[in-house]
């Protein structure tokens, strides 16, 4: 009589999901708010407070910090990480990273040509061809940067050391997401929306990298514990002892 496993979700699976849920969610409402015009208030609002900022010092640092967005540096990192994740044998998270990025930024580019979105009045020195909605830079930023830091910081045996994989991170993607509205291509509810399709993805690739956990799977007869392991050798051990 046997006993096999069956393979349930684990606690990071469950919890990899209800965080896409939530990213879809929270995007679709942004999408919503868009459609009737709710957010263009808000984006002026925002960029009027940008207004004050924009010394020439702190757009030529931006304009520096905002280029950790693009493909020259995403791809780069990623390719790297997908090395040294193959060389460790975690070929599940090299597998979730790259449909990751390849989700985001096809995600993205859809909803850019589908919303058509017009981007913001740009600043002198400034600007950007494709449509607005949403930032490009700032999917890209989420989904490489916070799914890296998803990979790595776990493996890290110091905690200051997987504490500082997720600053590092943390930075990175809030340096690009402030660096597009602040240089002026980009409306902030580009912005946000650009990070929630990242988010998504980083959630839906965490879900293809997360292990399942193994449960015994009962059959019809039961368990064999050692009660009936015991009933079984019962006959044996009374001719044995006759």
């Known amino acids: 009589m046997t006993t096999g496993f069956a393979r349930t979700p684990s606690p990071a699976f469950r919890c990899a999901t209800a965080l896409a849920g939530l990213a879809a969610a929270l995007l679709a409402a942004l999408l919503a708010a868009l459609a009737v015009d709710a957010l263009e208030g808000v984006d002026a609002a925002l ?26 540096c995403v791809v ?78 776990p493996r890290m045996r110091m905690p200051e050391a997987r504490m500082a994989v ?15 509205v602040l240089l002026g291509v980009h409306h902030a509810s580009d912005v946000a929306a650009g990070l929630l399709v990242g988010l998504l993805w980083v959630a839906l690739g965490a879900c293809v990298a997360a292990p399942r956990s193994a449960t015994p799977r009962r059959n019809a007869a039961g368990p064999a514990g050692p009660a009936s392991a015991a009933a079984i050798r019962s006959p044996a051990a009374s001719s044995s002892g006759a």
């Not at 960029?47 to 020259?72: C, I, N, V, W, Y």
């Not at 859809?110 to 494709?130: M, Q």
């Not at 590092?168 to 997401?177: I, R």
């Open 166 to 180: 997720w600053i590092v991170a943390g930075m990175l993607v809030a340096a690009v997401a402030a660096s597009r």
């Open 47 to 72: 960029a009027a407070l940008m207004d004050p900022l924009r010394s020439p010092a702190l757009l030529a640092l931006f304009a520096q910090l905002t280029q950790f967005g693009g493909s020259e």
């Open 76 to 153: 780069p990192a990623a390719l790297l990480a997908t090395a040294r994740l193959l060389q460790r044998g975690v070929r599940r998270l090299a597998a979730g990273l790259w449909l990751c990025l390849a989700g985001a930024g096809l995600t993205t580019f859809a909803l850019k040509h589908l919303v058509d979105r017009a981007r913001p009045e740009f600043i002198e020195g400034f600007a950007a061809s494709s449509p607005s909605f949403p930032s490009s830079h700032a999917t890209a930023a989420m989904a490489g940067y916070a799914f890296l830091a998803l990979a790595f910081a």
